[in-house]
């Protein structure tokens, strides 16, 4: 069973920045695909920046695209997105999540397989 542990949430005033962090008990290699995704309350969960582990360009929900940078150090199996220019419609919980197939996309939340507890992000006017 893989298990994520994310970190580094927390509560900021608008323009900030933040940096997560998720810890995957499994080589991330392991895994085709994995990424960051929030959830807002009484809103669907969403995909902010996933990526395939084997190569390519990140992939970036049109609203973060140039404030969220996703980072990735695979010797420690750990995945970062550090947040910048951060704005109160930014505010959610954020998780990681690793799918175990490659088919059908990279930003599905309902085809990835395993989740972390979730880290919650709150910005402030």
């Known amino acids: 069973q893989v298990q994520l542990v994310e970190s580094g949430g927390g509560s900021v005033q608008a323009g900030g920045s933040l940096r997560l962090t998720c810890t995957s008990s499994v080589s991330i290699l392991s895994n085709p695909v994995m990424g960051w995704f929030r959830q807002a309350p009484g809103k669907e969960r969403e995909a902010v920046a996933t990526f395939y582990t084997s190569g390519g360009s990140v992939i970036y929900a049109d609203d973060v695209k140039g404030r969220f940078t996703l980072s990735r150090d695979n010797a420690r199996n750990t995945v970062f997105l550090q947040m910048d220019s951060l704005n109160p419609t930014d505010t959610a919980m954020y998780y990681c999540?690793?799918?175990?197939?490659?088919?059908?996309?990279?930003?599905?939340?309902?085809?990835?397989?395993?989740w972390g507890q979730g880290t919650q992000v709150t910005v402030s006017s």
């Open positions: 999540a690793i799918k175990r197939r490659a088919a059908g996309g990279a930003v599905a939340a309902r085809l990835f397989d395993y």
